[in-house]
T-cell receptor, first 114, second 114 residues
Framework: AQKVTQAQTEISVVEKEDVTLDCVYE???????LFWYKQPPSGELVFLIR??????QNEISGRYSWNFQKSTSSFNFTITASQVVDSAVYFC???????????FGSGTRLSIRP | DAGVTQSPTHLIKTRGQHVTLRCSPI?????VSWYQQVLGQGPQFIFQ???????GRGNFPDRFSARQFPNYSSELNVNALLLGDSALYLC?????????????FGPGTRLTVL
C-alpha cells in the first residue's frame, strides 16, 4: 500500500535560516513518482517538483533543493536562506505508475519569523 | 491563461442537504481530479475523470458522485451531507490525466456543514 509520512507537523525558524522538511514514503511499485506541493494561506496547492523513481539525482532550484534517497525511502526538501514568503504548509506526495491518484502526506506547517 | 477555477468559493449547508461543486480546468486540459482536504490533513483523492470517463475513484461512499462535461468542466455532487463532509474541496486539472502530467490545482471550495 502507498503511504507518505511527514513526521514534522510544524516548524518555525527565523528568516535566513536553512530548513529541511522530511518526507518518508512506502510503496510496492518499482516505478513511482514523488512530489512536493506548497499550500499558502489562500488554499491553492502549488506544484514544486516531481521526481520519478529512476532518477535519484538531487535537484536544486534557486533556494530550494531536494534530496531523494531510495535506500531510505526519503524525499527531503531544503529551503536555504528562508524568507517570510516561504511560510506555508508543504505537502509531500506519491503516485504509483499504475494509479490515477496522488497520495499526500499530512503536511508540514512552516513558519518563517522575521 | 486562466488557471483552474472553482465555484463557489464558500458554501454553508445543513446536514442531509445536497451540494454541487463546479470546476473548470485549464484550457486544453482533458482531465479533472477531485480531492477532499479536511482541516489539518493532506488532500484525499475522490475521483479522476478523463474525456468524460471515470478513470479512478478513491475510498469515498456512494453519496459522492461526479461527472465531466464535453467542455471538460466537472461537477462534484455530495448527497445527504454529514458534518464530516466539512472540508476544502480541491479540483486539479492535467493535460492527459497520467501520472507523469503535472496536476494544477484550483483555489478550492470550502464547504461547511452545520
Amino acid at each position: 500500500a502507498q503511504k507518505v509520512t511527514q513526521a514534522q507537523t510544524e516548524i518555525s525558524v527565523v528568516e535566513k535560516e536553512d530548513v529541511t522538511l522530511d518526507c518518508v514514503y512506502e510503496t510496492r511499485d518499482t516505478t513511482y513518482y514523488l512530489f512536493w506541493y506548497k499550500q499558502p494561506p489562500s488554499g491553492e496547492l502549488v506544484f514544486l517538483i516531481r521526481r520519478n523513481s529512476f532518477d535519484e539525482q538531487n535537484e536544486i532550484s534557486g533556494r530550494y533543493s531536494w534530496n531523494f534517497q531510495k535506500s531510505t525511502s526519503s524525499f527531503n526538501f531544503t529551503i536555504t536562506a528562508s524568507q517570510v514568503v516561504d511560510s506555508a504548509v508543504y505537502f509531500c506526495a506519491l503516485s504509483e505508475r499504475s494509479a490515477s491518484k496522488i497520495i499526500f502526506g499530512s503536511g508540514t506547517r512552516l513558519s518563517i519569523r522575521p | 491563461d486562466a488557471g483552474v477555477t472553482q465555484s463557489p468559493t464558500h458554501l454553508i449547508k445543513t446536514r442531509g442537504q445536497h451540494v454541487t461543486l463546479r470546476c473548470s480546468p485549464i484550457s486544453g486540459h482533458k482531465s479533472v481530479s477531485w480531492y477532499q482536504q479536511v482541516l489539518g490533513q493532506g488532500p484525499q483523492f475522490i475521483f479522476q475523470y478523463y474525456e468524460k470517463e471515470e478513470r479512478g475513484r478513491g475510498n469515498f461512499p456512494d453519496r459522492f458522485s461526479a461527472r465531466q462535461f464535453p467542455n471538460y468542466s466537472s461537477e462534484l455532487n455530495v448527497n445527504a451531507l454529514l458534518l464530516g463532509d466539512s472540508a476544502l474541496y480541491l479540483c486539479a486539472s492535467s493535460s492527459l490525466g497520467v501520472v507523469t502530467d503535472t496536476q494544477y490545482f484550483g483555489p478550492g471550495t470550502r464547504l461547511t456543514v452545520l
